[in-house]
């Protein structure tokens, strides 16, 4: 696999450091050990063979790899004392053509090229480096290295063996050597190694076990090889398994290994037959994954258990306890025999009768090769561990035996791999992503108890039904439905949400609120420093200093200054030829900030309420009060701006890449910059450490550090109006002059506004065709520029000095959302990887799933049209967030989005006050905790109890009563989001309710064909509805009680 260089699949980027470093190391290591492990040879060859879809592990291969960053296919690779020789093509010599001049700087070496046409055999060339080899050796009978278990694949590669074999040189085997400099990795090996096991880790987790778990749920029929083939696509494109990797990098090490059925096959080349999965009880399936990044190999495997038996589950839990161990003994300096020994000594001490099933090592070293010779983790080796290792900890019980009825079961196998990366302070386990403890791998159905639990008599008629004691795949039919699984989930979720914030409100984490308190004025009112800083002027007359926020005003035939704030507000009023202006302060004891800086300053002082004058100048007292007027809000304005930017918190300053940065033009942004003048896009750049989006103007500028950066957001046009970047801050910003913590970057796909006027237009229409196809073209270039844009911001994430920060870029699942009300409009809410988000309508709503508490889904019932939704968070001092009207057709996939995202969700069937709930928590956490924490929001016990109570063998009664408690439930189930005088309203209108219009209109039409009114007008009868609407529920009354609710037939 190649690392592109300009973005394109044709160039090659040789790592020249990298390179110079790794062949220094080959010629340390072959000087030194040249007689205990490269049989005392004078020069060493290497041959990669041609290209192959077979998955095939080649030392050849592992050293173009190892040394130069790639495979390169049918090259001849020589190493002399003093000199490197390669023989290949034209391309390929054109790539190494870089390394002659660092290699001779650095290392004193020569590389020399052979070029081979391509229809040429390379003979002379293979003759040219035979007699290099002699000439460099100076012995009768050089010695040669190579790897002499590799067989020789292609014509090239033949001659060049029958060239060595005819060539009068002593051939040794070099592979010992090879597998010593393989064995200790660099930290870019060891950076590849743990990148592969994280991904088959997350396939395994991520994709593999939901999909048995659904599999064995549904009872669905699924073959080995089905299973292996898409397990195979999961590997090869990351993104299935929530693993941000390139797909270019990544392959399998092995197709991925599915057994079960008793058939069992623990060796490294297993494979996945053609067997249905077996989950039967007392089953076992065992799941091996490798994955490669950048050629090197990752290994995981697990066993799931099925109903297991006591005797499965023992022999489970030594196997777990035997890896563990042996991973634990994989330290510097200890022996490589140490791991298969810890595990033996752990089977021998918990369960001896397991030691002849054991597997005969503990694994095998892993690197750009699958099996690493020499580093077999077995009780011969004894080899000293070195940091930098990489180990495939595997180990396994073979042939085990169950007394069972079912065939299938009565043979079983157990297996765990790991791939363990030995650091100086000891082993790391790259693949503990994967739980293998023993309650995360065993699955029971609890079919016997449950059949103990029917055949036991009910204790009462409508027997209640029991709880689940443990969560369990299969309900008493062995059928299962998700609102049951969901159920299931949820109860278990309960009982983690109870210990966990159980745990927090006991450690006194209530939440520290958001952080702001009220705000006080940031400088003090100060006009002029002395008295000769104010201004002199000749005439006595009111006059605005706007430089210096002061209103002069003449007083006894001096100018007395008053700054800006100090006033509350002035008018003016026109009486005859004069005119009046007055000018009120703030003074204490009238209604004004309690924080009034000169009130706090001096509390005992005497303070001027009011002052007036008189002038016969009208324009000029209009002027003044327009001044003053226009001054305040002015100096409000920044005053306001001041104190929002002195509660920010001081971010870094942006540093700008040395390189062109990646751009995108063109942009809006929201919130927009103040000021008059038209607004104007600009264009957002990714430097070292931070966005910089700027337009035209110089003071329409915004920095965004990447450390700042909360989530990213990246959603393309689909079916709205604008594709954007959407990014939620840690901290608060400035732009212009608004404060926020979400700021976005989009562009608009198409014209928002469109005449509507003008002829109407046939779908037919050539010129209507266009304008869809171009408006389709736009938003597709749009869309790309954007991904472009992402991607490439993406890999800038990845350097090392942004890994710490975790970033990325969620993608909106449109598929998984639902409109509601979260502000003051209906949006369309979509869910993301780690947040719930609305970011087309301001403002923006944006909330992280992991901050969230419990969920409360309000005003569920029968026959409702929509439902709320409440969202409670860790941090109780922050308001609960409400999300009123959404559809209820919107219900079930929310319960299984908030299930799949672990999240806790309760019903109800009317709206909660959820401040004085918050307060009582807050107030005394103990009684809350004793209380059973969240589950007061359970309704479902207290209805079922409600429900059985009201259940009777004395059939079905109707009564006024009934009717008047089902109504009155209606109308609970009906109340308005949020209390409102308008709610009260619709209550008392809806107490008043009787018979529906249509019922009227047909008893009104009866009415009147009995009275022989039928001649009336239509004015008349309608009238006579609008009474009987009204009157309604006097008459039923009245017929209660035996009265007549009709007029006597006058005949």
């Not at 009978?141 to 694949?153: F, H, L, N, R």
């Not at 950066?709 to 840690?730: C, W």
């Not at 979260?822 to 979509?830: D, E, G, M, N, S």
Request: a negative charge.
């Amino acid at each position: 696999m190649a690392e592109d260089r300009n973005g394109s699949s044709s160039g090659y980027a040789l790592n020249i450091e990298s390179f110079t470093k790794r062949l220094k190391t080959l010629y340390v290591h072959w000087k030194q050990n040249r007689q205990d492990l490269w049989g005392t040879c004078e020069a060493i060859t290497a041959a990669a063979p041609p290209q192959s879809e077979d998955l095939r592990y080649l030392k050849s291969s592992a050293l173009n790899i190892w040394l130069l960053g790639y495979e390169f296919p049918e090259t001849i690779m020589v190493f002399m004392a003093k000199e490197v020789h390669f023989m290949c093509s034209q391309r390929k010599a054109s790539l190494l053509e870089v390394l002659k001049k660092p290699a001779k700087s650095s290392l004193g070496i020569n590389i020399v090229l052979h070029v081979k046409a391509r229809n040429d055999a390379g003979i002379i060339q293979m003759k040219t480096m035979c007699e290099a080899i002699r000439a460099q050796s100076g012995s009768k009978v050089p010695v040669v290295g190579w790897i002499a278990k590799e067989t020789p694949e292609g014509q090239l590669l033949e001659d060049w063996a029958n060239k060595l074999r005819t060539s009068e040189f002593q051939l040794v085997d070099a592979s010992t050597g090879f597998s010593e400099i393989f064995a200790v990795k660099d930290e870019p090996e060891l950076t590849n190694i743990k990148k592969a096991a994280f991904l088959s880790a997350s396939v395994l987790k991520n994709v593999v076990l939901p999909r048995l778990e659904v599999v064995i749920d549904d009872e669905k029929k699924v073959t080995h090889s089905e299973l292996m083939d898409d397990t195979e696509k999961a590997v090869l494109d990351p993104q299935k398994a929530k693993v941000k990797l390139k797909a270019d990098n990544v392959d399998i090490c092995y197709p991925p290994v599915f057994q079960s059925g008793g058939k069992f096959d623990l060796r490294p080349g297993a494979v996945s037959n053609d067997d249905y999965l077996y989950y039967d009880a007392t089953g076992v399936i065992i799941c091996a994954i490798g994955s490669r990044y950048n050629s090197y190999c990752s290994n995981v495997a697990r066993t799931y258990l099925i109903d297991a038996k006591d005797v499965q589950g023992k022999a489970y839990k030594v196997l777990l306890k035997a890896q563990e161990a042996a991973i634990s003994a994989l330290k510097p300096g200890n022996p490589v025999n140490a791991a298969y020994k810890a595990a033996i000594e752990v089977v021998q001490r918990d369960g001896p009768e397991l030691l002849p099933h054991l597997t005969k090592s503990a694994g095998t070293g892993i690197g750009i090769e699958f099996r690493e010779s020499g580093l077999s983790l077995n009780a011969r080796n004894d080899k000293c561990l070195k940091a930098g290792m990489a180990f495939n900890v595997s180990l396994g019980f073979q042939n085990l035996q169950v007394q069972t009825s079912n065939p299938k079961t009565q043979n079983f196998s157990l297996l765990l791999a790991d791939t363990v990366v030995i650091k100086d302070k000891g082993p790391e386990n790259a693949t503990g992503v994967s739980s293998k403890v023993y309650t995360d791998v065993a699955y029971s159905f609890n079919e016997e108890e449950e059949k103990e639990e029917k055949s036991k008599p009910k204790a009462e008629v409508n027997g209640i039904e029991s709880g689940f004691s443990k969560a369990t795949l299969r309900s008493d039919n062995q059928e299962m439905t998700k609102e049951e699984q969901r159920r299931q989930h949820q109860a278990e979720l309960a009982r983690q949400k109870n210990e966990e914030t159980a745990r927090r409100l006991a450690s006194g984490g209530i939440g520290t609120g958001d952080g702001h308190g009220s705000s006080k004025t940031s400088t003090e009112m100060v006009a002029y420093k002395n008295v000769d800083d104010i201004p002199f002027l000749r005439e006595l007359m009111i006059q605005v200093d706007t430089k210096n926020d002061a209103v002069l005003v003449p007083i006894y035939g001096i100018m007395v200054p008053f700054h800006i704030a100090t006033i509350k507000s002035v008018t003016s009023q026109h009486d005859g030829g004069n005119s009046y202006i007055r000018i009120i302060f703030n003074v204490p004891g009238t209604g004004f900030n309690v924080n009034y800086t000169p009130t706090m300053k001096f509390p005992s002082s005497i303070y001027v309420k009011e002052i007036s004058f008189r002038s016969k100048d009208q324009r000029h007292i209009n002027q003044v009060v327009q001044m003053i007027k226009s001054h305040r809000r002015s100096v409000a304005m920044k005053e306001s701006e001041r104190a929002e930017r002195a509660t920010l918190v001081t971010q870094e300053k942006l540093q700008l890449s040395k390189t062109k940065p990646t751009r995108l033009t063109d942009l809006w942004i929201r919130p927009v910059f103040g000021g008059r003048g038209r607004k104007m896009t600009g264009t957002l750049e990714a430097h070292h450490n931070g966005f910089r989006y700027s337009t035209m103007r110089a003071q329409e500028r915004v920095d965004i550090m990447y450390q700042n950066i909360k989530h990213a957001f990246f959603q393309p046009a689909e079916k709205e109006m604008i594709t954007l970047l959407h990014f939620h801050l840690h901290n608060h910003i400035m732009v212009g002059t608004k404060k926020t913590k979400d700021v976005q970057f989009y562009v608009e796909v198409m014209d928002v506004v469109q005449t509507l006027g003008g002829s109407r237009r046939s779908m037919y229409d050539p010129d209507e065709i266009e304008e869809e196809q171009q408006e389709r073209d736009r938003k597709n270039k749009i869309n790309a520029e954007f991904q472009g844009f992402v991607k490439r911001v993406t890999e800038l994430w990845e350097q090392p000095h942004l890994k710490d920060f975790e970033l990325e870029f969620d993608i909106p699942f449109r598929e998984l959302g639902f409109h509601g009300v979260p502000f003051k409009a209906t949006a369309f809410i979509v869910p993301t990887v780690n947040c719930l988000v609305e970011l087309v309508e301001i403002p923006f709503l944006v909330i992280t799933i992991s901050e969230i508490e419990i969920v409360n889904l309000e005003r569920v019932g029968l026959g409702q049209k929509a439902f709320d939704m409440a969202v409670v968070f860790k941090d109780f001092k922050r308001e609960v967030l409400r999300i009123d009207a959404i559809p209820s057709s919107s219900l079930d996939g929310i319960k299984e989005w908030l299930n799949s995202m672990d999240i806790k969700y309760y019903e109800s069937r009317m709206n909660l006050n959820w401040r004085p709930i918050l307060k009582t928590i807050t107030d005394d956490p103990d009684k809350f905790i004793e209380d059973g924490g969240w589950e007061f929001l359970n309704m479902e016990a207290s209805d079922s109890d409600m429900e059985n109570s009201q259940e009777s063998d004395q059939g079905y009664e109707p009564s006024d009563i009934e009717e008047e408690s089902e109504s009155d439930d209606e109308d609970s189930e009906d109340e308005s989001l949020v209390e409102s005088d308008e709610d009260e309203e619709e209550e008392d209108d809806s107490e008043e309710e009787g018979k529906t219009w249509d019922e009227l209109e047909l008893e009104a039409r009866n009415a009147d064909k009995e009275n022989g009114d039928e001649s009336d007008s239509e004015e008349e009868r309608r009238r006579r509805k609008v009474k009987a609407a009204g009157k309604s529920r006097v008459s039923d009354i009245r017929g209660s009680r035996g009265m007549s609710a009709k007029r006597h037939k006058v005949r």
